[in-house]
T-cell receptor, first 113, second 111 residues
């Protein structure tokens, strides 16, 4: 079964700093890739997703992610974070025709005002 | 109104008790899921269902059972609760593009 690794458990940034959160998965076949965000006290919501096509995907609130197939990675980026981006971020993978969705352990982002 | 609702939102129970967590959705999706969230472990899939007659085990189904009473309803049961089932439980639905829509969660404490 596939697995998902998020190497950063807790990231602390100042406002306007650039963000990159790492996500690697282990599966050799075709995958669908997702980033979800969980703001404090709220449920998870989709930030962006990749199924096929342009490997650079743009999501809501200025986030983007790049799928690098050779590195089995789908890193999340934002050029300039805001205090309101403080949240927990989850990378998720499911494989084509297999709906066993796997989530990473999550990365907690704290943005200092 | 919320698209995915869960009841109860919080529950405290004792070891050995049977409890049921309920999930309802108004999105019209066929696919529904139950996850648990534990600190440092992210979300892990317990069960999923693609339609009323289809139930599948996820990554960590032991100690849990589910019932898909209708397209809109998917219940999770703990037949005999144990303390390590203390967690935050999420229900989700998904569309044909696999985007998942999550409920607000049920915080369960097993004493």
């Amino acid at each position: 079964a596939q697995s998902v690794s998020q190497h950063n458990h807790h990231v602390i940034l100042s406002e306007a700093a650039s963000l990159e959160l790492g996500c690697n998965y282990s599966y050799g076949g075709t995958v669908n890739l997702f980033w979800y965000v969980q703001y404090p006290g709220q449920h998870l919501q989709l930030l962006l997703k990749y199924f096929s096509g342009d490997p650079l995907v743009k999501g809501i609130k200025g986030f983007e992610a790049e799928f690098i197939k050779s590195k089995f990675s789908f890193n999340l980026r934002k050029p300039s974070v805001q205090w309101s981006d403080t949240a927990e971020y989850f990378c998720a993978v499911n494989t084509y025709n297999n709906n066993d969705m796997r989530f990473g352990a999550g990365t907690r982002l704290t943005v200092k005002p | 109104d919320a698209d995915v609702t869960q009841t109860p939102r919080n529950r405290i129970t004792k070891t050995g008790k049977r409890i049921m967590l309920e999930c309802s959705q108004t999105k019209g999706h066929d696919r529904m899921y139950w996850y648990r969230q534990d600190p440092g472990l992210g979300l892990r899939l317990i069960y999923y269902s693609f339609d009323v007659k289809d139930i599948n085990k996820g990554e960590i189904s032991d100690g849990y059972s589910v019932s898909r009473q209708a397209q809109a309803k998917f219940s999770l049961s703990l037949e005999s609760a144990i303390p390590n089932q203390t967690a935050l439980y999420f229900c989700a639905t998904s569309d044909f593009e696999e985007t998942q829509y999550f409920g607000p969660g049920t915080r369960l404490l097993v004493l």
